[in-house]
Structures are given as structure tokens and as C-alpha cells.
């Protein structure tokens, strides 16, 4: 089950609310907890006692840890290993198993079965959840959850189970054991979900329509300007329909009396690649910056230390998209390009006037787009001699004519939907802030409802691409 269908948006999330808070303050978190298992077992019920296997895991690691954190460092160091490396076997064995098996038959010669497991819908976000509060609570950043089912509430919360945000333990701790809900913090919750949902539905569906068509046009068909549009395309299809997922997951959240952290923050407006980052995916680069990067020393063990950590942290940030050898190149593609900022380069960009910063940063982007999306590297390596136009293509032709012509309204509309322009226009706005909020908003969410539920009810392209990491 998605967010951005008919069924959850009529069916399961109004059954929810009403059972939530026609149910008793006590009875609040079992009830979260049973919908929750209900939503992750629609689509997927074999593979739900391997998320309870990996909440009923930490939770007894958690007591065990913080039992002997102060009395017996030692033991809890095994702990805490011992927890890591579960999650770990787990998320090796389901997501990377077939790749190590293909690349031993490449090397070896040899022809080992591939194991063929469907990957577990959200193993990748909830195994980095449970390793942060495993971790944590070593650290002695927060306690050890005494109550069973309110920690596989924090694991197997619906609204940010699949594809995240990431939310660390410490962040919902407090909201864990006690919340309210008020009516502003419900109707804000319903708001930015509803903007997720345009996002998705409206904008990523159709966008991705686009480059669907022109990723099935044959090399020798495109021409210089429609591959830089289709995978201009695509990477507007991913930035809305993840930052869709995660604005729907805040929203959600909200509507719960759960604070969310936040997950994108107008990527498309950076001037260098270590600010992409820093706004692209929020919670996964902090993750690998506080779990990953700052224990192996991260800036403060010389240059050359630095250049290490940060080609082994973009490695595996690669890695963690995908087990495929084009998420590895594509994440040490950004881990060379950072250690190149860090090294000097972003001092020569202060120097820059904004608009080639701009530039600099989309055309990198672009090309990070071609290695995220094409598995076969000789396939990106083809793309990207038609972009740069060695490949003897034409600058334009009546396909892409056609394409521009087609969707430049659509494009105007992504353009402006993934830059803080409205946002910008709102707080300068001053003297109508309360006709905004209190009507435009309002009528502006109801129009993205009633336009998405139009689209769902008519249509059935609606991919959800982080399904696959």
C-alpha cells in the first residue's frame, strides 16, 4: 500500500484517524502499532516477522547495553556488535546476497544460482533506524525503551516506515511515551501532506511519463537537447516523488503528534555539491555523518584521512541505493567531487558569480542522474557522449520540438514547485499572511486533492521509485 492511492487515501488513513482518537490515551500506541502492521503486511506479510524479528532483536540488545554501558564497557561493546552485525547480515543477505553472487560467477568463472529474494519493502531505512538506536543508547544518548511494544512502535511506525525520513529514536523518544495533538498541529500535518501529494501524483507521475518515453527512444533517435531534457526529467521525477513521499510522511506524522525531521530542502538551488548534499536526503547524509563519517575521524585526522572517510562513506551511500556496481560509481562520482570541493575548489566557486555556480552545480547533477539511473554503466557512458554531443547527434530535432512543446507547461510548474519562489513571495507578503493561510492554503490543498484524486481515479502510472533501495 502507497500513500498516493485511492485505497489509503479513502480507506485506510480515515479508519485510522477515527480508530486513533476515538481510542483511549493508553490505547493510542498499540493502536498506531496494529495499523502499522496491517499497512506493511498488505503489501508484503511474509516479510513482516523480519521487521518485528529486527524490532524484538534491538529491543533485548538496548536493555542488554545500557545494563552494562558503565559497569562493564566490554560487554556492552559486544552488545553493540553483536546488534550491528544482525542488522547488518540482515540487510546483506536480502538486498546484496545476488550481487555478490553474480560478481563471484564474473570473476571466478563460476555459475552459483542467484538466490532471487524480492527485496523487503523499507529494510533499508528501518535497519538504519534500529543500528542508530542500538548505537545511541552505547553512547548513552538515550535510555534503553523498558516496554516491548512501544520501541516496534518506533520501528514499524507506518508513516515513515517504507521510505523514510529517517528519524532517530532520540528525535521521537519523548513523543513515544507522550504527544497531543492539537488542532493547528493536525490541520499543519493535513497541509503538508496534501502538498506531498500533489507532489507525487501531479508532478513526479507526469514527469516521469516524459522521460519514460524518451529513455525508450533508441540512441540513434535522440538528439542532444531531448537527452538533456529526459534526464532533466527524471531527476525532477525523483526529487518530487521522494520529497513528496517525505512531506506525506511529515504530514502523517503530524496528524499522529510526531515531529519528523525534515528531508529535502531545495536541492536544485545549490551552488556547489557539499550543499546539494547538505539538502538532498537530509536525514540519510546525517546519518552516515554521525554513524559513519565523524568515528572514523572524519576532518580531524589530516587530509589524507579526510579524502579516505569521504570515498568510504560515498561508497557506500552508493551502495546503500543499490546493489548494482552503478549506485557504487555513483556515490564515489560525488565522494571525488567533494574531496575536490574540500580541497580547494569551492574557494575558486566563491569567486564565481552565482548564476556559473548555479551551473556548475546543475550540470554535475545532471551527470550523477545518467549513473544513478542506468544500471549497465556502458549505457551511462552512452548517454552522456549524446549529451556532450559526441556522438554526432543532432542539436535538436522534431521529437524534441514536440517534447518541449508539450510539457513546458509542466516544466514551468516543477520549476517552481522545487524552489522556494512561493515560499520566498508568502513571507514578503506581509499584509496578506492571513488571507494566505487562512484561505488561499486552504483552498490550494483542497484543489491538490481533488485534482490527485482525479489522477489516481483515471490513471494508472503511478510508480513509487524508492521502492527499489
Not at 532520540?170 to 492539537?182: F, G, N
Not at 551552488?271 to 540519510?284: A, P, Y
Not at 560525488?334 to 550540470?363: D, N, S, T, W
Request: glycine letters at 8%; hydrophobic letters at 50%.
Amino acid at each position: 500500500m502507497v500513500f498516493s492511492s485511492l485505497l489509503f487515501l479513502f480507506f485506510f488513513l480515515p479508519t485510522t484517524l477515527l480508530l486513533y482518537f476515538c481510542g483511549s490515551r493508553k490505547m493510542k500506541n498499540g493502536i498506531l502499532l496494529i495499523v502499522s502492521l496491517i499497512f506493511y503486511a498488505w503489501g508484503e506479510p511474509v516479510y513482516i516477522f523480519l521487521m518485528i524479528f529486527s524490532a524484538i532483536t534491538d529491543y533485548f540488545h538496548g536493555l542488554f547495553i545500557q545494563k552494562y554501558r558503565l559497569t562493564a564497557p566490554l560487554k556492552a561493546k559486544l552488545g553493540l556488535l553483536s546488534s550491528i552485525v544482525i542488522n547488518l547480515s540482515l540487510l546483506s543477505f536480502f538486498k546484496y546476497a545476488d550481487f555478490l553472487i553474480e560478481n563471484i560467477n564474473n570473476l571466478f568463472g563460476m555459475n552459483v544460482n542467484a538466490l532471487d529474494l524480492p527485496l523487503p519493502i523499507g529494510l533499508s531505512f528501518y535497519t538504519f533506524q534500529t543500528m542508530s538506536y542500538a548505537i545511541d543508547v552505547y553512547r548513552g544518548r538515550v535510555k534503553a525503551q523498558q516496554n516491548p511494544l512501544t520501541l516496534a512502535l518506533y520501528v514499524c511506525l507506518f508513516p515513515q516506515l517504507i521510505a523514510g525520513p529517517i528519524v532517530r529514536y532520540e528525535i521521537i523518544e519523548h513523543e513515544l511515551k507522550d504527544r497531543r495533538v492539537t488542532l493547528n498541529q493536525f490541520s499543519e500535518g493535513v497541509k503538508i501532506f496534501l502538498i506531498g501529494l500533489g507532489k507525487k501524483v501531479l508532478l513526479a507521475n507526469n514527469i516521469g511519463f516524459l522521460w519514460s518515453e524518451i529513455q525508450q527512444q533508441s540512441p540513434a533517435e535522440l538528439s542532444v537537447l531531448s537527452a538533456w531534457m529526459g534526464i532533466a526529467a527524471f531527476g525532477l521525477q525523483l526529487y518530487f516523488d521522494f520529497s513528496g513521499y517525505s512531506d506525506m510522511a511529515i504530514g502523517l506524522g503530524k496528524m499522529f503528534g510526531f515531529n519528523f525531521p525534515q528531508n529535502f530542502n531545495y536541492p536544485f538551488v545549490s551552488r556547489s555539491i557539499s550543499d546539494f548534499w547538505r539538502r538532498w536526503h537530509m536525514t540519510l547524509g546525517g546519518w552516515f555523518r554521525d554513524y559513519v563519517y565523524i568515528p572514523l575521524g572524519g576532518s580531524r585526522k589530516g587530509k589524507y584521512r579526510l579524502y579516505l572517510n569521504l570515498f568510504i562513506v560515498w561508497g557506500l551511500t552508493g551502495l546503500w541505493h543499490g546493489a548494482a556496481w552503478n549506485f557504487v560509481a555513483w556515490g564515489l562520482y560525488f565522494g571525488v567531487l567533494i574531496a575536490i570541493e574540500k580541497a580547494g575548489l569551492l574557494v575558486l566557486r566563491e569567486k564565481m558569480h552565482p548564476i556559473f555556480q548555479h551551473i556548475y552545480a546543475f550540470v554535475i547533477i545532471m551527470i550523477s542522474w545518467v549513473l544513478f539511473v542506468f544500471e549497465d554503466l556502458s549505457m551511462s557512458f552512452t548517454y552522456l557522449e549524446i549529451m556532450f554531443g559526441f556522438s554526432g547527434q543532432a542539436l535538436v530535432n522534431e521529437r524534441f520540438m514536440y517534447d518541449a512543446y508539450t510539457n513546458a507547461i509542466l516544466f514551468l510548474l516543477a520549476f517552481i514547485g522545487s524552489v522556494p519562489i512561493l515560499k520566498t513571495l508568502r513571507n514578503k507578503m506581509t499584509r496578506w499572511h492571513k488571507v494566505i493561510d487562512e484561505i488561499l492554503i486552504p483552498v490550494f490543498c483542497l484543489l491538490i486533492l481533488v485534482l490527485s484524486t482525479a489522477y489516481l481515479a483515471d490513471d494508472s502510472y503511478n510508480p513509487f521509485l524508492y521502492f527499489r533501495f
